[in-house]
């Protein structure tokens, strides 16, 4: 069976004049849980979380197509590591592709952040 990696790269500061600009995209981005999980966390884990969900998508294969930003759900494990839920579209995607599991590794820099993720089998 294959690993499908994805990858993605944002400008935190492009992520934040978005938001200033509609603040309505943290609903249309981020589930409730998601938005809870960030409430208290500053805009460079919110740029982090936009770019998890864009890596996913491209270890799936796809763009947005068919999906919705709430069908891949990025959350905080108990130790703080990023954790992948696929909803049900989101889910049958991976399937189709042989993946059962998605792994997520995020790094920040001053006006960067880097999501990295591997549909595995």
């Known amino acids: 069976m294959a690993i499908y990696p994805g990858v993605d790269i944002l400008e935190i500061e492009r992520f934040a004049a978005a938001y200033a600009r509609r603040p309505a995209l943290a609903e249309r981005l981020f589930t409730d849980r998601e938005r809870a ?7 460079q884990s919110w740029a982090g979380r936009f770019a998890a ?18 069908d891949i759900e990025i959350i905080s ?7 992948v839920l696929l909803g049900p579209k989101a889910r049958a995607l991976a ?10 590794s ?9 999501a990295f993720a591997l549909l595995m089998p």
């Open 37 to 43: 999980d960030l409430s208290e966390r500053g805009v």
């Open 53 to 70: 969900k864009e890596a996913v998508l491209k270890a799936l294969g796809t763009g947005l197509k068919g999906l919705s930003w709430h």
């Open 77 to 83: 494990g108990e130790s703080g590591e990023p954790l």
């Open 95 to 104: 399937q189709a592709r042989g993946g059962s599991a998605v792994r997520l």
């Open 106 to 114: 995020l790094s920040h820099d001053r006006d960067k952040v880097v």
